[in-house]
């Protein structure tokens, strides 16, 4: 019998790309808060979930995952960079939450991870600037005037930037740090070519978070044209807040919204 949580199907089972949850991350973020076009977001959220409030956020991560802590030793397994687009809706009952419309990611397995929670991952390649914990220029070293820099590159082609400097004042979590996000899940299937996928919208299921020592920063964010995305078509506004720090969780799986 083949085994496997996900493709490939082996005897074994070892070599399935993504093993069962639960699944641990840590990292170092850069998050920016941003206003858009309201009539423009509403295009890219269910109805069923919200109405998008014109306002949302992206993530600049730079992660370290594992399941049992084997990854470590293998850090190309465990170590990847992503960039998350969030938009900010208000639920039918009232309450705030993020709709994950678009996340780039540079590897395989975080990709399907994703995938499967209801996080829409594709290919990108993000790069940040990373803070560390020594007093040198080469450093940047968390205090005010220190400027940081984040962006996304998809299909060779540069598609967001952002410049952040620290204020030195204590931050507040943004985006999927502040409210639940809610993504899409949904499958194509060849013996139907011609019927869409049946969408599902989920949850993921969060655990053990850590970190809350966010660190104040104002930001530049830029949306560029690139053939095929439709980020551009949020029509960004202005950036409004932004924050850095670290920060871990676990994820045990999913549940419908």
Same mark, same amino acid.
């Given at each position: 019998?083949?085994?496997?949580?996900?493709?490939?199907?082996?005897?074994?089972?070892?070599?399935?790309?993504?093993?069962?949850?639960?699944?641990?991350?840590?990292?170092?973020?850069?998050?920016?808060?941003?206003?858009?076009?309201?009539?423009?977001?509403?295009?890219?959220?269910?109805?069923?979930?919200?109405?998008?409030?014109?306002?949302?956020?992206?993530?600049?991560?730079?992660?370290?995952?594992?399941?049992?802590?084997?990854?470590?030793?293998?850090?190309?397994?465990?170590?990847?960079?992503?960039?998350?687009?969030?938009?900010?809706?208000?639920?039918?009952?009232?309450?705030?939450?993020?709709?994950?419309?678009?996340?780039?990611?540079?590897?395989?397995?975080?990709?399907?991870?994703?995938?499967?929670?209801?996080?829409?991952?594709?290919?990108?390649?993000?790069?940040?600037?990373?803070?560390?914990?020594?007093?040198?220029?080469?450093?940047?070293?968390?205090?005010?005037? /220190?400027?940081?820099?984040?962006? +996304?590159? =998809?299909?060779?082609?540069? @598609?967001? !930037?952002? %410049? *952040?400097?620290?204020?030195?004042?204590?931050?507040?979590?943004?985006?999927?740090?502040?409210?639940?996000?809610?993504?899409?899940?949904?499958?194509?299937?060849?013996?139907?070519?011609?019927?869409?996928?049946?969408?599902?919208?989920?949850?993921?299921?969060?655990?053990?978070?850590?970190?809350?020592?966010?660190?104040?920063? /104002?930001?530049?964010?830029?949306? +560029?044209? =690139?053939?095929?995305?439709? @980020?551009? !078509?949020? %029509? *960004?506004?202005?950036?409004?807040?932004?924050?850095?720090?670290?920060?871990?969780?676990?994820?045990?799986?999913?549940?419908?919204?």
């Amino acid at each position: 019998m083949l085994k496997g949580f996900t493709p490939p199907f082996t005897p074994r089972g070892t070599a399935s790309l993504v093993p069962p949850p639960p699944w641990h991350y840590a990292g170092w973020l850069l998050n920016v808060d941003f206003e858009c076009d309201a009539a423009a977001a509403a295009r890219f959220v269910p109805a069923e979930l919200g109405t998008a409030t014109g306002r949302g956020a992206v993530h600049f991560a730079d992660w370290q995952s594992t399941t049992d802590g084997s990854e470590l030793l293998d850090p190309v397994r465990s170590q990847y960079r992503e960039t998350i687009v969030l938009l900010e809706l208000r639920r039918p009952d009232g309450t705030a939450a993020n709709f994950c419309p678009l996340i780039y990611v540079d590897q395989d397995a975080s990709m399907l991870r994703g995938q499967l929670q209801g996080w829409p991952k594709k290919m990108g390649s993000t790069w940040l600037t990373r803070c560390l914990p020594l007093d040198h220029p080469a450093a940047a070293p968390l205090r005010a005037g /220190t400027r940081l820099g984040a962006t +996304l590159t =998809v299909t060779e082609r540069r @598609l967001v !930037e952002a %410049r *952040l400097e620290l204020t030195g004042r204590p931050g507040r979590p943004l985006g999927f740090l502040a409210r639940p996000t809610y993504g899409t899940v949904g499958w194509a299937d060849l013996t139907e070519p011609g019927q869409p996928p049946a969408l599902r919208y989920l949850r993921p299921a969060v655990a053990g978070r850590v970190g809350d020592a966010w660190h104040e920063a /104002t930001a530049q964010l830029s949306f +560029l044209e =690139v053939p095929r995305e439709e @980020l551009c !078509e949020l %029509r *960004l506004r202005a950036a409004t807040d932004a924050s850095a720090g670290w920060f871990a969780m676990s994820v045990t799986g999913a549940t419908p919204a």
